[in-house]
């Protein structure tokens, strides 16, 4: 159990355009959603908590106009990096809170920006 | 000083041997704590979680935990090639459900 997929695995686009990217938790409830960003060689950095049916919870210096974040259901969430640019190209990962604090991670998405 | 701190290594063991990372963390009202295995380009995994003092084992995994001490530990028995990771420590700081994750570990086993 506690799956979590992440759509697409990879997605490259060119610069001022958005891009959307989708976390479902498989076979499990998740009434929290976490979006993280890894640049090469560096720690996972928290971008934004995410709890179903309200709004997201940005962490300082994440631009919550810039990434936008939807948790639909208790099942999906989305992240949308509008305006990309290349200094937005990362690995961004989701994760889905179970219980006790437990989050499991989704496979990551890979954005190049050009 | 940072909140989850981590050696970041890499520490080296030759295979059959034990790996044994550590994890000290600042915040005293911590209440959750946990083990994330990264592979290189891949997303985190749980490996390992413990919530109460003393030892958690889970087949070649022991997390051990000293809430006096604020510190937690992982040792993985019989290393294998295969757990040649970077390994993650997170915590709980029981302000809401975020994880607060120390930079990581590098964990290399010689064949």
């Known amino acids: 159990g506690a799956v979590v997929s992440q759509h697409p695995s990879w997605v490259i686009c060119k610069s001022g355009t958005s891009v959307k990217i989708e976390c479902r938790s498989l076979d499990f409830q998740a009434t929290t959603m976490f979006w993280y960003r890894q640049f090469p060689k560096q720690s996972l950095m928290l971008m934004a908590t995410s709890n179903e049916g309200s709004k997201a919870t940005y962490e300082q210096g994440v631009e919550k106009d810039k990434f936008l974040i939807n948790h639909a259901s208790l099942t999906l969430s989305t992240l949308t990096v509008t305006s990309a640019h290349p200094e937005d190209s990362s690995f961004y990962i989701c994760?889905?809170?179970?219980?006790?604090?437990?989050?499991?991670f989704g496979p990551g998405t890979r954005l190049t920006v050009t | 000083q940072k909140e989850v701190e981590q050696n970041s290594g890499p520490l080296s063991v030759p295979e059959g041997a034990i790996a044994s990372l550590n994890c000290t963390y600042s915040?005293?009202?911590?209440?959750?704590f946990f083990w994330y295995r990264q592979y290189s380009g891949k997303s985190p995994e749980l490996i390992m979680s413990i919530y109460s003092n003393g030892d958690k084992e889970d087949g070649r995994f022991t997390a051990q935990l000293n809430k006096a001490s604020q510190y937690v530990s992982l040792l993985i028995r019989d290393s294998q090639p295969s757990d040649s990771a970077t390994y993650l420590c997170?915590?709980?700081?029981?302000?809401?459900?975020?994880?607060?994750f120390g930079a990581g570990t590098i964990l290399r086993v010689k064949s």
């Open positions: 994760s889905a809170s179970r219980q006790e604090y437990e989050q499991y």
């Open positions: 997170a915590v709980n700081q029981g302000y809401g459900n975020k994880l607060v």
């Open positions: 915040d005293r009202v911590s209440q959750s």
